[in-house]
Every structure is written in C-alpha cells, then in structure tokens.
C-alpha cells in the first residue's frame, strides 16, 4: 500500500505567540526529530493533517519539507482538552529497515458470522504496541470474533501478528469479551465507540 504524504513548511520563528498566529492561519506547528538529526521545526496545513490521523493511524508518511521528502511516524500529537484544537504534531524520522515501537489498531472482524445468543461485544482494547521494521508497520490487526459466545474472552495472548510483527503489550490484558445486555454498560465502552481527546501539552 502506497504511503500517505503530507507538505511542510520550515518554521522559522518559535515561541507561543507565533504558534497561536500559525493556528488562525489554519496550520498545525511541529518538529521533526530522530536518525541523529537536530529537530527541525515545521507547519503543516491543519485539515490536511485532520485527514492523515483520521486515515493513517499507524503506518509511514512520506513528510515533504522544502523539497526533500523524509519517512517518518506520527509520534504525538497535542489537542485542546474542550474542543480538540489540534496544537502540535510531533514526527519521527526512520530508515525502512530500523526496528521501531508504534501503536497498531485492532479491528474486530467475523461478528456477522457469531452466534446469535444475545450477547454483546465488548471491545476494551483498541490498539496495542508493536516492535517490527519499519517497513514492516501493518495497517491494523485483526481479532476474529466469529467464534466467541457469552462469556468468552480474547486477550492479547490470542492475536495473531503478522510475521516479523511482536506485540509488546502484557498477553493478559482483556481485548474483547462477549456479555449480555445488562452488563455491557457498566463502565465498559460497546465496540463501536470513539477515541478521546488527547490533553493539551506544553507549546514551543
């Protein structure tokens, strides 16, 4: 699958003051760091940007600053606590064949094909951590459901990684369990919920 690719500009001048001017000008500060490299202040457009989270959960994007194009990962990223005003964007330069840890969506699949015994899915887990090249960075991971009744439960000792992938989350921790209707809501959140907003760090 082709990488995602986003333009930056060279940020000449730090500071919050030029940050908030960035922001009513529709971009995003960040830095670029890693591979012995000084950070590199950048901007990118704000709503291209949106775009590529909402898209590119975990995989390479091909940077484009002033020309040169770079390979890196979405390392943080920083948002208003009220209304998730994205402030800044961390990224990560790497080289295709360096052993990186990134976060990996899981998605649940085979939930047509599960037995019809009133339960509920209940998707605790909704990423974990992954070691593997960097060219080896899979999309998403899979967790197949089709099997699970009430009661059941998947944990990450039951995903299955793609070769060459290790998930470095602790194997009991809970990914998915099947529950009747009654217990679902008690502080779990349904399968098909949305992800939070991420706290306001510190601005340059």
Known sequence: MARMSIDAEIRPVGGKGAARRLRRQGKVPGIV???????????????RLEK?????????????????????LVREVQRTPDRG???????????LDQ???????????GEDRRASDGGVLVQ????VTVSCRAADIP???EVDVSGMTVGDILTVADLVAPPGVTITD??????????LPERAG??????????????EGQEE
Request: charged share 25%.
């Open 99 to 109: 052993e990186v840890e990134t976060a990996v969506p899981l998605v649940l699949v």
């Open 170 to 179: 602790p194997p009991e921790e809970q990914v998915v369990s099947v529950t």
């Open 52 to 72: 590529l989270l909402a898209s590119n959960h975990s995989g390479l994007v091909d940077l484009k600053v002033n020309g040169e194009t770079r390979v890196v």
């Open 124 to 127: 605790t887990l909704r990423e």
């Open 186 to 199: 008690a502080g779990e959140a349904p399968a098909e919920g949305g992800d939070g907003d991420a706290a």
């Open 85 to 95: 005003v994205l402030l800044h964007v961390d990224f990560h330069e790497v080289s």
């Open 33 to 47: 760091y890693g591979r012995g490299k000084e950070g590199l202040k950048i901007q990118v457009d704000a709503n």
């Open 139 to 141: 999309e998403r991971i």
